[in-house]
Each structure stands twice: as C-alpha cells, then as structure tokens.
C-alpha cells in the first residue's frame, strides 16, 4: 500500500535548523509531487511547499522563502524538509503529504505520520 | 492567494444526527474543492475530493457538495467515529494550497 513515513520528533534551540524526513513505499516515487503541511499547537493546516521528485522543482510558501529548503533522494524515495533559523513560532507537527490529482483538480493523499518539532531554549 | 472560510467553527451533535458544513471560498474555484479529517493526534486524510467525489473506503453517509464559492460537507448519520476536525482545501491555484481553518465536530 501507498505509505508515507516520516522521521522521529526534534527538539531544536532558537537559530538551529532541522531536517525531517519523509520515507515513501508503495509506488513510484518519481511520478508524484510531495507537500509538507505543518500545524502549530492547537491550530490549523499551513501549506509549507512542494516538491517535484521528478525534476527537483519547488515552489515555497512566501512567509518561508528563505528558511525552508525541499529536496528529494529519488534512490531511496525520501523527501526532506529543512527549515532554518528556527523559532519558538515554528513549532509545530510537520507532515508530508502526497499529491494525487485527476482531469479537475488535485489534493493530497496520503499523508505521512507527523514530525513533532519543538523549538525551545 | 484564495482565502478559504467554514462555518461554523465548531458544532456539537448527537450520534445519528444529520451534520452539514460550510466552506466558502474568496473567490470561484470551480470544483476545486476538498474535504479531509482529523482525528486529535493524527494525520489529516481525504474524506472528499473535487468538491462532490468519495474517497475509496470512505462511508457514503459523507457527501460533499457545491460550486463556484459555496461548499458542503454532509454526514447524513453521525457515527462515533466521526467526532473530529473538518478541513476544506480548494486546489484551484496551487501552490499555494489553502485549507479552510477547520470545523471542530463533538459530542453533545
């Protein structure tokens, strides 16, 4: 089955980065996008960006241009997402989460398990 | 960037209970629409997908619903299971992808 599995939680001090990771199985990696979604405490769904496993194209959300980078390992179907300069705003359950789409629109399954990342000094 | 909003923010039911929610998009989005749940401590995942079509191995008493700027979640019979958070996302210009900011379902 299509599974998406994701690296064990951080704890990270203001102005450090971190690098989580985003194991996927069950197709082939290449043929689909990757997003990373993350939500802070007791909050909503934040989009954080996209990656294209195929060519290594991204495209980033505005408010994270700059800290975030998205990379992929098309040899071991992992996805990564490094966020620099960390702070205590940025903690936060990161996911990652498949694109799948048809011949009017597209959305996100599945998704992998969630990466608590705490921002603490 | 298309702002999404639902309503209401949060709603409290009984169990067999007819549940409906709304996702209004700033601007038309077509059928661009999803729908997905969240259980406390765990991934969202796709309940509805292009505005109206069910996810494999989703119940068919969730429906989805709408065009343009206007959208519904229905649960024709609330079951226990179902108490969680709802999030719309349209898909119309992605990226950026935008969510709803979530209905919150419990037990009254």
């Known amino acids: 089955q299509v599974q998406l599995v994701q690296s064990g939680g951080e704890v990270k001090k203001p102005g450090a980065s971190v690098k989580v990771s985003c194991k996927a199985s069950g197709y082939t990696f290449s043929n689909y996008g990757i997003s990373w979604v993350r939500q802070a405490p007791g909050q909503g769904l934040e989009w954080m960006g996209w990656i294209s496993p195929y060519n290594g194209n991204t495209n980033y959300a505005p408010k994270l241009q700059g800290r975030v980078t998205m990379t992929t390992d098309t040899s071991t179907s992992t996805a990564y997402m490094e966020l620099s300069n960390v702070r205590a705003d940025d903690t936060a359950v990161y996911y990652c989460a498949r694109g799948a789409w048809n011949n009017w629109g597209n959305w996100f399954d599945p998704w992998g398990q969630g990466t608590l990342v705490t921002v603490s000094s | 960037d298309i702002q999404m909003t639902q309503s209401p923010s949060s709603l409290s039911a009984s169990v067999g209970d007819r549940v409906t929610i709304t996702c209004r998009a700033s601007?038309?989005?077509?059928?661009?629409l999803n729908w997905y749940q969240q259980k406390p401590g765990k991934a969202p995942k796709v309940l509805i997908y292009?505005?109206?079509s069910l996810q494999s191995g989703v119940p068919s008493r969730f429906s989805g619903s709408g065009s343009g700027t206007d959208f519904t979640l229905t649960i024709s019979s609330l079951q226990p299971e179902d108490f969680a958070t709802y999030y719309c996302?349209?898909?119309?210009?992605?990226?950026?992808?935008?969510f709803g900011p979530g209905t919150k379902v419990d037990i009254k």
């Open positions: 601007q038309d989005i077509s059928t661009y």
């Open positions: 292009t505005a109206s």
């Open positions: 996302q349209q898909s119309y210009t992605t990226p950026p992808a935008t």
